[in-house]
């Protein structure tokens, strides 16, 4: 199942090519050149990472690559803001865990 508009009663149907993509070692599918967090959450992906400091979940949260709360790793690249990055084929899109030099020291300036 999708939560995906397939079809717009005013633009029509949709006319993108959808693509498989790996997250966390599963595969789902996106429309290719969709942002990643549009396709995850199409798919019912809600958090894309935990908090570095109290392990929160985060997700979407401003979705124009401002806030960095997307961060995710894309084919081995740590930071990569999701809603920024188009889905391409067989991508390989994993959550990303604590960056220890944001934590270092764990006092509330460290972030």
């Not at 958090?47 to 979705?63: F, Q, S, V």
């Not at 961060?71 to 390989?92: H, I, S, W």
């Not at 764990?106 to 972030?111: C, E, Q, R, Y």
Request: with cysteine.
């Amino acid at each position: 199942m999708t939560r995906r508009i397939l079809e717009h009663k005013i633009l029509g149907p949709r006319k993108n090519k959808i693509v498989p993509f790996k997250w966390n070692g599963e595969t789902y599918y996106g429309a290719e050149g969709e942002s990643i967090t549009a396709a995850l959450l199409a798919n019912d992906v809600r958090t894309l990472r935990h908090h570095e400091r109290d392990g929160a979940p985060r997700g979407l949260y401003c979705n124009i690559g401002h806030c960095s709360e997307c961060r995710v790793t894309v084919d081995g690249t740590q930071n990569v803001r999701a809603c920024l990055t188009p889905v391409r084929k067989d991508m390989e899109i994993s959550r990303q865990g604590a960056l220890p030099h944001l934590v270092k020291g764990g006092g509330d300036d460290a972030l």
